[in-house]
C-alpha cells in the first residue's frame, strides 16, 4: 500500500496550493479519503474527508469555504485545493484511507497514511 503526497510549498497568505494523493496497492474506489495535517508541537488533525463515491464531504470549521476537497477514482487520486491560506494552515499535510462511512476525520480511526508534504504560509 502506498499513499504519495505532492503539491507543497512556500506560499504568501492568500495565496493558493493544490494537494495531490496518489495511492496503490488498494482500491481506491472501495475507501473513503481524508486530508489530514500536523503542525509543530501540535497533534495531528482532520482537516476534510470525503465518501468513497464522491457524494458526501466534510470539513474542519477553520477551513469551511477555503479548501475544497476531490478524488479522481480512475487515477487513484485524492486531492486538497486550498484557497485564501491563512499562516495557521502552515504544517505537514497527510492524505489517509478508511473503511469508515461515510468519512472521518478522526485520525485514529484511518488505515493507511502518506509521509505527507509541507505546507508553510508566510510572508
Known amino acids: 500500500v502506498q499513499l504519495v503526497e505532492s503539491g507543497g510549498g512556500l506560499v504568501q497568505p492568500g495565496g493558493s496550493l493544490r494537494l495531490s494523493c496518489v495511492t496503490s496497492g488498494f482500491t481506491f474506489g472501495a475507501y473513503p479519503m481524508g486530508w489530514f495535517r500536523q503542525a509543530p508541537g501540535k497533534e495531528r488533525e482532520g482537516v476534510s474527508c470525503?465518501?468513497?463515491?464522491?457524494?458526501?464531504?466534510y470539513y474542519e470549521d477553520s477551513v469551511k469555504g477555503r479548501f475544497t476537497i476531490s478524488r479522481d477514482n480512475a487515477k487513484n487520486t485524492v486531492y486538497l485545493q486550498m484557497n485564501n491560506l491563512k499562516p495557521e494552515d502552515t504544517a505537514v499535510y497527510y492524505c489517509?484511507?478508511?473503511?469508515?462511512?461515510?468519512?472521518?476525520?478522526?485520525?485514529?480511526?484511518?488505515?493507511?497514511w502518506g509521509q505527507g508534504t509541507q505546507v508553510t504560509v508566510s510572508s
Open positions: 489517509a484511507a478508511s473503511l469508515i462511512r461515510p468519512c472521518t476525520i478522526v485520525a485514529d480511526l484511518n488505515d493507511y
Open positions: 470525503i465518501a468513497s463515491s464522491d457524494d458526501y464531504t
